[in-house]
Nanobody, 125 residues
Framework: QLQLVESGGGLAQPGGSLRLSCAVS????????IAWFRQVPGKEREGTAC????????TYADSVKGRFTISMPHANKTVYLQMNSLKPEDTGVYYC??????????????????WGQGTQVTVSS
């Protein structure tokens, strides 16, 4: 069983920054790739950033490439999503997700085995 708890959402102005955190705990946490998805009402859930189970590989959606950075400074502990140059279209509920199939999660953005409760990000002036 894996537990994911997100924090760090809030309100930011266009061009501003926010950092999201995903605290990871549970058995065999090191076997799981971790991704950040976002959901906007009326739209499909979108994968934005992913880090492999080893922490060696990161992938990004084209919509956030160059602006968002996913990191895991301490193995199997907390995963961060640094969001810079925020745009109004970045608004949504951001979810942390984990799956033991790196390719499925980080390349195909498939559904994950474990999910956090989500944190709201609003980008508005």
């Amino acid at each position: 069983q894996l537990q994911l708890v997100e924090s760090g959402g809030g309100l930011a102005q266009p061009g501003g920054s926010l950092r999201l955190s995903c605290a990871v705990s549970g058995v065999d946490a090191g076997r799981y790739a971790i991704a950040w998805f976002r959901q906007v009402p009326g739209k499909e859930r979108e994968g934005t950033a992913c880090i492999s189970s080893t922490g060696q590989t990161t992938t990004y959606a084209d919509s956030v490439k160059g602006r968002f950075t996913i990191s895991m400074p301490h193995a199997n502990k907390t995963v961060y999503l640094q969001m810079n140059s925020l745009k109004p279209e970045d608004t949504g509920v951001y979810y942390c997700a984990a799956d033991n199939l790196d390719y499925s999660l980080c390349v195909k953005w498939k559904d994950a085995e474990y999910w956090g409760q989500g944190t709201q990000v609003t980008v508005s002036s």
